[in-house]
């Protein structure tokens, strides 16, 4: 016992803040899934936050829980989540991107105004440096 605080108390408060840290995760995953403005940006943000959510959520489990088996298999548990998610969020991407789906960039509908730099005096460069430029046709008529 120190200073007043028995040791199963002290654990319980531990596994709480690793919880509590999870948590903040999880609701940073759930704000960037609601506010980001395209598909590949809601799936860096929901595969980094929810990961590391994840992690820090089992570890707050695994320490409340003590040595047990049932936190082995929750460990277990976690190091699947832990290489299957970035895997996945990866994948998904990688078909995304293959399958044509847009990328977000400043010309894109809207963009500007989602930004704050629709106006007389804002010129911007793009985000993304890889945007395809965009082809005209020509009239056949001389120009």
Same mark, same amino acid.
């Given at each position: 016992?120190i200073?007043?605080?028995?040791?199963?108390t002290?654990r319980?408060?531990? &596994?709480?803040? @690793?919880?509590?840290?999870?948590?903040?995760?999880? $609701? #940073? *995953?759930a !704000?960037?899934m609601?506010?980001?403005p395209?598909?590949?940006?809601r799936?860096?943000?929901?595969?980094?936050?929810?990961?590391?959510?994840?992690?820090?959520?089992?570890?707050?489990?695994?320490?409340?829980?003590?040595?047990?088996?049932?936190a082995?298999?929750? &460990?277990?548990? @976690?190091?699947i989540v832990f290489l299957?998610?970035p $895997? #996945? *969020?990866? !994948?998904?991407?990688?078909?995304?991107y293959?399958?044509?789906?847009?990328?977000w960039?400043?010309?894109?509908?809207?963009?500007?105004?989602?930004v704050?730099?629709?106006?007389?005096?804002?010129?911007?460069?793009?985000?993304?440096?890889?945007?395809?430029?965009?082809?005209?046709?020509r009239?056949?008529?001389g120009?």
């Amino acid at each position: 016992m120190i200073c007043g605080i028995d040791s199963v108390t002290l654990r319980e408060v531990i &596994a709480g803040i @690793f919880m509590v840290g999870g948590l903040i995760f999880f $609701i #940073g *995953s759930a !704000i960037g899934m609601l506010r980001l403005p395209d598909f590949y940006s809601r799936i860096h943000a929901s595969g980094n936050s929810e990961t590391l959510g994840c992690m820090l959520s089992f570890i707050g489990l695994i320490i409340y829980e003590g040595p047990t088996l049932t936190a082995v298999k929750m &460990a277990f548990v @976690f190091l699947i989540v832990f290489l299957a998610n970035p $895997i #996945g *969020s990866h !994948i998904l991407g990688k078909a995304a991107y293959k399958s044509g789906h847009p990328v977000w960039t400043l010309e894109s509908k809207g963009a500007k105004k989602l930004v704050g730099l629709e106006g007389p005096n804002h010129d911007a460069d793009e985000p993304v440096g890889h945007v395809r430029p965009v082809k005209r046709k020509r009239k056949k008529g001389g120009k």
